[in-house]
C-alpha cells in the first residue's frame, strides 16, 4: 500500500480536514478489480469543481468494514487506520462477498457516528449498498445508514490519491469561504465508480 505521508500531513493539519489515508488502500486495489466494470450513474468532470452541486439523497444502507478514528490520528502514520480499512476491504474481497447490491455496483466510504465535528472522533465504513432487508450484516462486517437529506456533491477525476486528497482539500476550502452554510455531521459518503473518480456528499443543514 503506498503510503500517503510524503504529500497529505502538512495539507491536512493545515485544512483540519479528512485526508484521504483511504486513497491508499483504493490505489493498490482499486485499478485490477473487476468489481468496477459495472458502476454507473454518476457524473465527473474531468478537473476538481470549485463549486458543488446539491442534491436531495434518500435513506439507503451500506454494508461493510469499518473503524473510528479521529483527523488528527489520521495525519499520523502510526495511529492513521483508514489506509488500513480500505487495504483490508479489497484484499480480502469483500466487495464480492456482500449480498445484496442489485444495480448499484459503486464502494463507498461512509463517515458516520460523529462525536462533534470534524474535530471529534467518527466511524468510517467501507462498503457496498445493500438492501433495507439485509437486517444482520454479514459475519465479520456492520451495516450503516446514510441519512437523508440534502447534500453538497464534490467531484474529483485524476489519479489516486491525490484526486481524493485534492477533493477535501476543495471542500474544506468551500466551507471556510461560506460560513453560511452549515454541516450536519450525521453521514457524509465517498462514491467510486473506479480508480480515478470520485464524488464526495457533505450533508449539510437545509
Known amino acids: 500500500v503506498r503510503s ?7 495539507r491536512a493539519q493545515r ?16 485499478p ?14 474531468r478537473q476538481l469543481q470549485t463549486q458543488p452541486t446539491t442534491t ?19 495525519t499520523d502514520p502510526g495511529t492513521a487506520r483508514i489506509g488500513s480499512l480500505w487495504d483490508r476491504f479489497f484484499s480480502q474481497s469483500w ?7 442489485g444495480e448499484d455496483g459503486r464502494i463507498f466510504g461512509v463517515y458516520s457516528g460523529y462525536e462533534s465535528d470534524e474535530h471529534g472522533a467518527f466511524d468510517v465504513t467501507a462498503g457496498v449498498a445493500v438492501a433495507e432487508a439485509l437486517a444482520t450484516p454479514v459475519p465479520g462486517t456492520v451495516r450503516v445508514d446514510v441519512q437523508p437529506g440534502d447534500y453538497l456533491v464534490f467531484t474529483g477525476q485524476g489519479s489516486m490519491p491525490q484526486m481524493v486528497i485534492e477533493t477535501w482539500g476543495e471542500i474544506w476550502r468551500y466551507f471556510a469561504e461560506n460560513p453560511q452554510v452549515r454541516r450536519r455531521f450525521g453521514t457524509d459518503f465517498e462514491a467510486y465508480e473506479g480508480p480515478d473518480r ?9
Open 95 to 101: 466487495e464480492r462477498k456482500l449480498p445484496g447490491r
Open 198 to 206: 470520485v464524488a464526495i456528499h457533505i450533508g449539510v443543514v437545509a
Open 56 to 74: 436531495r439523497i434518500p435513506a439507503f444502507s451500506v454494508a461493510g468494514l469499518a473503524v473510528r478514528t479521529r483527523n488528527s490520528e489520521e
Open 4 to 10: 500517503l505521508q510524503g504529500f497529505s500531513q502538512t
Open 32 to 45: 485490477d478489480n473487476p468489481a468496477l466494470a459495472d458502476f454507473q450513474n454518476l457524473t465527473f468532470s
Open 15 to 30: 485544512e483540519n480536514g479528512n485526508t484521504a489515508f483511504l486513497a491508499a488502500g483504493l490505489t493498490a486495489h482499486l
